[in-house]
């Protein structure tokens, strides 16, 4: 199961996700790092080597690559929100650690539950299985109640959010 945490860092929302993924380190490295492979769970993919100081327009906002470590850290920022990936190898497994900073704490329960729906999408494509985006955010409303309580967080925007996307897609 994936749960994120939430912390504050000099006033901005930090959320970590930390997953345990029973694959060697590469192939995770290739599934956070290589654009075919992310384009397959995560929710965006952008045309990057990727190297440090690359940057990308994408969404209307800047895309910057900030670090690369192959295969263990890559971080980037996006629109001044800050992201990275940390891979360990712990025996067979890796050790994903996700993190997410950003300035909008009334949305921290909307983003995390977010990012738990794409994150558990990583292991299937890992095992060579497809997790569709629908069938992934099926549980994204239980999901961002859990959230907006654990965070203490109005849950209000996010269901006007959810609702907002169901009303698009009708």
């Known amino acids: 199961m994936i749960h994120g945490t939430m912390e504050l860092i000099d006033g901005r929302?930090?959320?970590h996700f930390d997953l345990s993924l029973a694959h060697p380190i590469e192939p995770v490295w290739?599934?956070?790092?290589?654009?075919a492979e992310l384009e397959?769970?995560?929710?965006?993919?952008?045309?990057?080597?990727?190297?440090?100081?690359?940057?990308?327009?994408?969404?209307?906002?800047?895309l910057e690559v900030t670090e690369v470590d192959a295969p263990h850290?890559?971080?980037w920022s996006y629109a001044g929100q800050l992201q990275s990936f940390?891979?360990?190898?712990?025996?067979?497994?890796?050790?994903?650690?996700?993190?997410h900073v950003f300035d909008d704490l009334p949305l921290a329960a909307q983003t995390a539950a977010g990012w738990?729906?794409?994150?558990?999408?990583?292991?299937p494509h890992l095992r060579g299985e497809h997790l569709?985006?629908?069938m992934a955010?099926?549980?994204?409303?239980?999901?961002?109640?859990?959230?907006?309580?654990?965070?203490?967080?109005d849950p209000e925007p996010g269901r006007k959010f959810a609702e907002a996307l169901r009303s698009a897609q009708q």
Do not use: N
């Open 13 to 15: 929302v930090a959320l």
């Open 30 to 35: 290739r599934a956070v790092s290589v654009p």
């Open 40 to 62: 397959q769970w995560f929710p965006a993919a952008v045309d990057w080597t990727p190297m440090k100081g690359e940057t990308f327009e994408a969404g209307g906002a800047t």
């Open 73 to 75: 850290h890559l971080a």
């Open 86 to 99: 940390k891979l360990t190898q712990e025996g067979d497994a890796c050790r994903l650690t996700f993190t």
């Open 116 to 123: 738990e729906t794409y994150l558990s999408r990583l292991d």
């Open 132 to 134: 569709t985006e629908e």
């Open 137 to 153: 955010h099926e549980q994204w409303a239980e999901i961002h109640e859990r959230y907006a309580e654990d965070f203490g967080v």
